[in-house]
């Protein structure tokens, strides 16, 4: 039995207005809730990602929440979207024959990469994010700092400090500061305009209220800390 073809990100972003992260990355959540169409669970919208039926009754995703169509619900992450694609769920949801692509999982984690890179382009130019070693530990020790966003491919030394750093503010804080390693240098770099990026803060406000969403989104297609990461987060935070 044939494997449905790959779908690529050339086709997934054929709808540009729905998949960039603009003006509509600021608008607020509702909390309007719909029906998970894998397990029947009632959730939060920011919870779960819209499918809709594209072009030849292909299953696409709407991250943006904006196309036009019957929305498909399904909770943010890998198992409950391949679940979708292997159970037929999605055909039964909508009650007619849909195809979804046997990569659709794949196809999601790169949109909400994709939207994650480019919110974060726009927190550099509405001046809400800070670069570079020192300028991250400074927003750390003010308490400035929403979330610290480290490349993957980075150096430990760095890191490690910036670990301790923020273990100093955690009894300050009702949460500790979150780290997000899901990103490399150059993925960062192009997402900001800047080489060698490397140790990032973003800083809390209405972006980073909803860069959460979207980074929480992909959590569930991929770790935001590696795995390699997470002693040496225990040993900075005394964990």
């Known amino acids: 039995m044939s494997r449905p073809a790959r779908t ?5 972003s054929a709808p540009p207005p729905s998949e ?4 509509e990355a600021l608008r607020e959540t509702d909390g309007r809730e719909r029906r998970d169409i894998v397990s029947g669970e009632v959730m939060d919208e920011a919870r779960l990602i819209r499918f ?17 169509g019957r929305g498909l619900w399904v909770e943010a992450t890998r198992e409950a979207v391949e679940t979708a694609v292997k159970k037929g769920q ?15 999982a794949d196809l999601v984690e790169r949109l909400l990469a994709k939207r994650c890179l480019e919110q974060l382009g726009l927190c550099r130019r509405e001046g809400v994010l800070a670069t570079g070693f020192e ?16 490349a993957a491919d980075g150096a430990s030394d760095g890191r490690r400090k910036l ?33 060698n990026v490397i140790h990032v803060a973003l800083l809390a406000g209405r ?22 990461w997470r002693e040496e987060a225990r040993s900075g935070r005394g964990g």
């Open 8 to 12: 690529s990100d050339k086709q997934a």
């Open 207 to 228: 972006r980073a209220e909803r860069w959460t969403e979207e980074v929480t989104k992909l959590a569930g297609f991929r770790p935001l800390l590696p795995l390699s």
């Open 135 to 150: 300028k991250t530990q400074m927003a750390i020790r003010s308490g400035k700092a929403a979330w610290v966003i480290e």
């Open 163 to 195: 670990f301790h750093t923020a273990a100093g503010q955690d009894a300050k804080n009702p949460r500790p500061i979150p780290f997000c390693g899901a990103f490399s240098a150059e993925e960062l770099g192009l997402a900001l305009g800047l080489e």
């Open 90 to 104: 999605f055909s039964r949801a909508a009650k007619t024959r849909l195809t979804a692509p046997a990569d659709l």
């Open 20 to 23: 960039r992260a603009g003006d």
């Open 52 to 68: 809709v039926a594209g072009p030849e009754a292909t299953v696409f995703p709407d991250l943006a929440r904006k196309l036009p």
